[in-house]
């Protein structure tokens, strides 16, 4: 199974940039939806961005929508978070996740993705 790993975390001071990175290996093969969730301390693991298999349709949660990009270059098996005008309440840990599954990047507003990779914390200080 694809094994994805996330690089790119750090503290930041609000209003800052940050951008995330998931590399794919193992059978990467076939594209994947790709997605973005963040846990912060005390909450459940939240979905924030999606991208379809064939980046056709992306999806955003309200709290990141204008700020936060997703994108995917698939000759590198690697998924983007680009993260600007971050706020002390986007401290998290940001979770890369992927799934085979051929479906429209706002399925997974609420849907299930398959496989995930340990995370990598975002700190943003006020």
């Known amino acids: 199974q694809v094994q994805l790993v996330e690089s790119g975390g750090g503290l930041v001071q609000a209003g800052g940039s940050l951008r995330l990175s998931c590399t794919a290996s193992?059978?990467?093969?076939?594209?994947?939806?790709m997605g973005w969730f963040r846990q912060s301390p005390g909450e459940e693991r939240v979905i924030i961005a999606a991208?379809?298999?064939?980046?056709?349709?992306?999806y955003y949660a309200d709290s990141v929508k204008g700020r936060f990009t997703i994108s995917k270059d698939s000759a590198k098996n690697t998924t983007y978070l680009q993260m600007t005008s971050l706020k002390p309440e986007d401290t998290a840990v940001y979770y890369c996740?992927?799934?085979?599954?051929?479906?429209?990047?706002?399925?997974?507003?609420?849907?299930?993705?398959?496989?995930w990779g340990k995370g990598t914390l975002v700190t943003v200080s006020s």
């Open positions: 996740a992927a799934d085979e599954r051929a479906y429209s990047a706002a399925y997974y507003a609420t849907g299930t993705m398959h496989y």
């Open positions: 193992g059978p990467t093969g076939s594209n994947y939806a």
């Open positions: 991208i379809s298999r064939i980046a056709e349709s992306t």
